[in-house]
Structure formats: C-alpha cells, structure tokens
C-alpha cells in the first residue's frame, strides 16, 4: 500500500512469529525422536538421557544439525511454507479431534469447556484448510510425500510391533 515502514513492521512480525514456531517445532521433534527411540522405532542410542541435565542430549544434537543442515540449503520461504502447512494440517486435526472426542466420550472430565461448540472447532478447521489452499503447489506435493513416508513408516513399525507380540498378521 506504499507504507514502507509498515512493510518493515510486517517483516519483523513474520520473521519473529517464523522464528518461534521453527524454534518450538524443533523442542517437540527433539521429544518426537526421543519417543520414537523409547519404542525402538529409532535407534536405541537416540533414547539416552543426559546423566547431568536429564534430558535427551543425543536427540537434541541430532535434531540441531538436522536442522542447521536444512537452513543452510532450503531457501526461507520454502521453509516457511512447509512450516505452515504442517502447523495447519496439524491445527485442523486437533480441532477436529475436539468435535470428536466430544461426541464420543461425553462423559470425560474436562477442565475447559469450549463455547459454541462445534462451530468454532469447524470454523477453525475451515480457516486452516483455506490457509493450507493459498500455499504453493510445491508444498503440497512435498507435504503429500512426506504424509506418505509417514504413513508407510507407521504401518511398517506397527506389523513389526505386531509380529514382535506374537499377533498373527490377518
């Protein structure tokens, strides 16, 4: 709109709020590998605790150079949208978790109470998804194989826990 100083408030807005959600997105992959690890979906040696600080100091190496590596050859913008697409996809679950835990335990305690239950859990969901639409098509179809890989990997890890438990396969 030709307000320099308003493109510059934006910028630091947007770097600072793409600053957070990589930095928070980082901490919970840290506890994603440690986990993983636990389950022996991982290498056993990505489950060591530190003896000092109790926490997962390998997961955390890991995940830094993991990361360190992909900023230096992912361009920002690409990072961010598949930050974004990612944070969505994961917003819209959660939402739409809430509508059905909510009609399928009823029952359960709950210490908060969400208003104007379902619209604002769908109206969520429809706002992430119309955001996810605006995102380039690149990032869908990297999003659409990485969800694949997931997938794949998920149902790998649970025939062998299978197999592992002397379940028969069907």
């Not at 709020?17 to 389950?39: E, P, W």
């Not at 009609?103 to 769908?122: A, S």
Request: glycine fraction near 10%.
């Amino acid at each position: 709109a030709g307000f320099k100083w308003g493109a510059a408030v934006i910028a630091i807005g947007a770097v600072a709020g793409i600053t957070s959600v990589l930095v928070v997105m980082m901490l919970g992959q840290i506890r994603v590998f440690f986990a993983m690890s636990r389950d022996r979906l991982l290498g056993s040696w990505l489950a060591a605790v530190h003896p000092r600080y109790c926490t997962p100091h390998r997961a955390t190496i890991l995940t830094g150079v993991a990361v360190a590596t992909l900023a230096a050859l992912i361009p920002i913008g690409e990072a961010a949208d598949m930050t974004n697409i990612g944070t969505f996809f994961a917003f819209a679950l959660v939402c739409i978790g809430v509508i059905v835990l909510r009609y399928t335990k009823p029952d359960h305690p709950r210490p908060f109470r969400l208003p104007f239950m379902p619209v604002v859990p769908v109206l969520a969901t429809m706002a992430c998804l119309a955001l996810m639409w605006q995102l380039p098509q690149i990032t869908w179809i990297r999003f659409g194989v990485w969800t694949i890989i997931g997938i794949v990997g998920y149902l790998g890890y649970g025939f062998k826990q299978r197999g592992l438990a002397g379940d028969s396969l069907p």
